[in-house]
């Protein structure tokens, strides 16, 4: 080798050429793959055959199969916190109705499009329980922070149950992704299909209404 050449990548490690956030394309593609198919039926080759890019880059960001999943379960819920922080902010407004109008407009604007971080979740209930439950726990205190929304602004009628309140807004979001399969055989269609998004929106608007405050 001469003075002036380049020394040889090493294997499995990005090329200083490769401006792409590499570890991002592989989390996103363990999310897509393991919330599809589950975590036993794919593999590392899987994940990198979807990213583009080599096993060895696995090994490089990540290290095993296991350690790819636990990346990819804290890649989930910082993903769910963000989608659920832009869902809350600057919602300036005292009307309780309005609040519900926007918080719902602003779900599925929002978190439709990374509805694969829920199908995730259902994979964890499967194939592992125990990180499941601290995920939901998770999911739970993200959504009371939307019915604590609700409370600060005097909007929650008085005799409203927050917990159960929570978790019919829990309720509500995961069980189109746990009866995904049911759903389309009994209405014939996805139920992330838009008119199918939009109908479910506006039941779900009418159920949360129920809870505020009457207007005097």
Known sequence: MTSGSASPARKGRPTK????????????????????????????????DRAGGSIGLVRHYFGSKDDLIAA???????QLREAFDAIG??????????????????????LAPRVSLLF?????VSEDPTIAND????????????????EAVGAL??????????????????????LAEQI?????????????????GREAIRLFKAALKPKP
């Open 17 to 48: 050429s490769d401006d792409r956030d590499v570890k991002g394309d592989l989390l996103s593609a363990a999310v897509d793959l393991f919330s599809d198919k589950g975590f036993s039926k794919v593999s590392i080759k899987d994940v990198t």
């Open 89 to 110: 902010a600057n919602l300036d407004t005292m009307d309780g109705a309005a609040l519900i109008d926007r918080l719902q407009e602003r779900t599925v604007n929002i």
């Open 157 to 178: 009628a008085g005799d409203v149950n927050k917990v159960w309140l929570t978790f019919q807004l829990m309720f509500v979001q995961l069980g189109p992704v746990f």
């Open 72 to 78: 990819t379960n804290d890649y989930v819920l910082t």
């Open 120 to 124: 995730y979740l259902r994979q964890l």
């Open 184 to 200: 389309e055989a009994v209405i014939g269609q996805s139920a992330y299909e838009p008119d199918v998004v939009e109908a479910r």
């Open 135 to 150: 995920m939901f726990k998770a999911y739970f205190q993200m959504l009371q922070g939307h019915i604590n929304r609700l």
